[in-house]
């Protein structure tokens, strides 16, 4: 059964980067029939895609957030990765790593990591 | 991008039908059938109720339906339960591999 793990700090200084990863077991990142990306949830608001990958390494962002995120994947650890650079009290949130069918819909989810960004 | 409208917040009484909508715009739900909903009770990962507008993954019960006319798509739960209550989000590819979320609606079960 598939499972995905997110790892990172949770707490994050206003400016600097924020880095998480999301291991999965269970399934491959390598698999050509999946996407893999990240959604986030500020506490007590809704969802926002951040942002996706193939296993071929091609990234896809959400146009908002585009400037500051790079997402990569490494198969070897069958681990993908999240950063976001320049992070202020608007990037706290929960972030969720998930598999997406064809990147048109979040299939499996992640628990949820809490990152806090505060000095 | 502007994130898909939901009403904030529905209810209905047990045994009742309820719907949910989700408007977006012809460069995202109206142009391609890939909505999705997810369910997500308090403190919870979000749950995968409905794909591709209207199909049910394994487990789902079919008191759970999905559908879209031209920008707006929809959720129907019938034969409303107490275990119901939680928020639904729906979800719509957008084109050039990106994803938009509605705000969210809570669901009420009076």
């Known amino acids: 059964q598939l499972q995905l793990q997110e790892s990172g700090p949770g707490l994050v200084k206003p400016s600097e980067t924020l880095s998480l990863t999301c291991t999965v077991s269970?399934?491959?990142?390598?698999?050509?029939?999946?996407?893999w990306g990240w959604i986030r949830q500020p506490p007590g608001k809704g969802l926002e895609w951040v942002g996706s990958i193939y296993y071929s390494g091609s990234t896809y962002y959400n146009p908002s957030l585009k400037s500051r995120v790079t997402i990569s994947v490494d198969t070897s650890k069958k681990q993908f990765s999240l950063r976001v650079t320049s992070v202020s009290a608007s990037d706290s949130a929960v972030y969720h790593c998930?598999?997406?069918?064809?990147?048109?819909?979040?299939?499996?989810w992640g628990q949820g990591t809490l990152v806090t960004v505060s000095s | 991008q502007s994130a898909l409208t939901q009403p904030r917040s529905v209810s209905g009484s047990p045994g009742q039908s309820v719907t949910i909508s989700c408007t977006g715009t012809s460069s995202d739900v109206g142009g391609y059938n890939y909505v999705s909903w997810y369910q997500q009770h308090p403190g919870k990962t979000p749950k995968l109720m409905i794909y591709?507008?209207?199909n049910r993954p394994s487990g789902v019960p079919d008191r759970f339906s999905g559908s879209k006319s031209v920008n707006t798509a929809s959720l129907t739960i019938s034969g409303l339960q107490a275990e119901d209550e939680s928020d639904y989000y729906c979800?719509?590819?957008?084109?050039?591999?990106?994803?938009?979320f509605g705000g969210g609606t809570k669901l009420i079960v009076l």
């Open positions: 998930a598999r997406l069918s064809g990147n048109y819909f979040p299939e499996s």
């Open positions: 591709d507008v209207s």
């Open positions: 979800a719509s590819y957008a084109g050039s591999y990106t994803l938009l």
């Open positions: 269970g399934g491959s990142v390598s698999s050509s029939s999946y996407y």
